[in-house]
């Protein structure tokens, strides 16, 4: 489904079943998996991917260099960026930086992520947060600058770890284990 007012260039590549609503713009070398559905006025560059089932909220543009694996959530009017330095008479297009968000990842609304950073799997990070440095699978963060306060589950809980560094989701019952700062699911 493509909303009339929204511009798909040719070349873009669309999933089946994704929804691009409003406004939007997508340019022709822009790869959107299946089962996205991108809310009103996004923006999506040259050689963007986004992966199956991501939800990309209003006003959210994915500049070049931003890749999305699946099942991510991008909250409204997320902020991407591309050149750690930029300026209007400079033209630095050879040196955008990679922004990879990880499976299952949220990123709130507002919230702001510098290039050339890896958001790992099921990370959480709050809206309005800044983040400035690469952030763990699992890793809840918040505030500006982004600061790790805990962990989430693929679920999207709040886990909290016994002495044994082991927790239990309570919105799905699944084990994580947390070892040298790195947190994994456990087989049941």
């Known amino acids: ?9 040719a070349g873009a590549q669309i999933g089946e079943g994704t929804r691009i609503w409003h406004f939007c ?4 070398g822009a790869c959107i998996g299946p089962d996205c559905s991108l809310g009103q006025n996004v923006f999506v ?15 959210v543009s994915l500049y070049e260099g931003v890749e999305i694996e699946d099942e991510v959530f991008l909250g409204p009017s997320v902020v991407f960026t591309n050149i750690k330095n930029p300026r209007a008479a400079v033209v630095r297009r050879t040196e955008y930086l990679k922004t990879l968000v990880g499976r299952g990842a949220t990123i709130g609304a ?68 947390l070892l040298r700062c790195k947190v994994q699911r456990v087989d049941s």
């Open 1 to 9: 489904m493509i909303h009339p007012t929204a511009m798909v260039d």
């Open 25 to 28: 713009h997508i340019m022709p």
């Open 45 to 59: 560059a040259d050689r963007v991917r986004l992966g199956r089932g991501v939800k990309v909220q209003n006003n």
């Open 110 to 177: 507002n919230a702001t992520l510098v290039c050339g950073l890896t958001i790992g799997q099921y990370a959480f990070i709050g809206a309005g947060a800044v983040v400035t440095r690469s952030v763990p699978d699992y890793a809840l963060i918040v505030g500006n600058p982004g600061r790790q306060i805990g962990w989430m589950s693929a679920h999207g809980h709040r886990l909290h770890f016994d002495e044994a560094g082991l927790a239990t989701c309570p919105g799905d019952g699944q084990h994580y284990r």
